[in-house]
């Protein structure tokens, strides 16, 4: 079919809308069984099930007192266990333990829990931030499962029982999602 034909023919909007509710569906595939993947980790990580130990050594700012290590070294649920002036013992909740800080040097060193590192990176794409350059593939993901939930109006004629049936479950979801945000 030439351009002209193809003009005269004039294909409807809702046909177009479809070919992108196909195309963008068959890409949609892989970036949710990635994205569900990774958020089924997220989950699942506090229970250490698919975590090993894993040795840390950092080198933080030296002569800090106590009460200053969970910030300084970005875990919350430190508990510090001793202190003999010189070096500070700690530990605490999801398999931190054995923790070391020399006041002098600013050495740190302790052993926690870690997902793999392929897995932690999956579970990375849950927690992105606007500075985090995944932020942009949430984004588009997000984008995009839009995209497709307001599409999908356009795949039956208005007219249809399936269109009808539609709505109605499209109307469900919508409170489903309320009644979850107003209970959690």
Not at 113 to 139: C, G, I, M, Q, Y
Request: glycine content about 10%; hydrophobic content about 45%.
């Amino acid at each position: 079919m030439t351009e002209n034909e193809n003009e005269k023919t004039g294909k409807p909007f809702s046909y177009y809308i479809r070919v992108l509710h196909r195309d963008i569906g068959f890409l949609l595939i892989g970036l949710t069984l990635v994205f569900s993947l990774s958020g089924i980790l997220l989950v699942y990580r506090p229970t250490g099930l698919l975590k090993f130990d894993t040795p840390v050594s950092r080198k933080i700012e030296p002569g800090l007192a106590p009460s200053d290590l969970g910030p300084a070294l970005h875990l919350r649920q430190l508990e510090i266990l001793g202190d003999d002036g010189r070096t500070v013992s700690f530990g605490g909740g999801r398999g931190l333990r054995d923790g070391k800080y020399d006041r002098a040097s600013g050495a740190v060193s302790y052993t926690e829990k870690r997902l793999p590192a392929a897995l932690d990176k999956l579970t990375e794409l849950h927690k992105s931030n606007s500075h985090d350059p995944v932020h942009w593939f949430v984004v588009l993901y997000g984008v995009l499962l839009t995209f497709m939930a307001v599409s999908s109006f356009w795949m039956f004629k208005s007219t249809t029982r399936q269109f009808r049936r539609g709505l109605v479950l499209a109307a469900g979801g919508f409170v489903a999602a309320a009644v979850l945000v107003l209970v959690a």
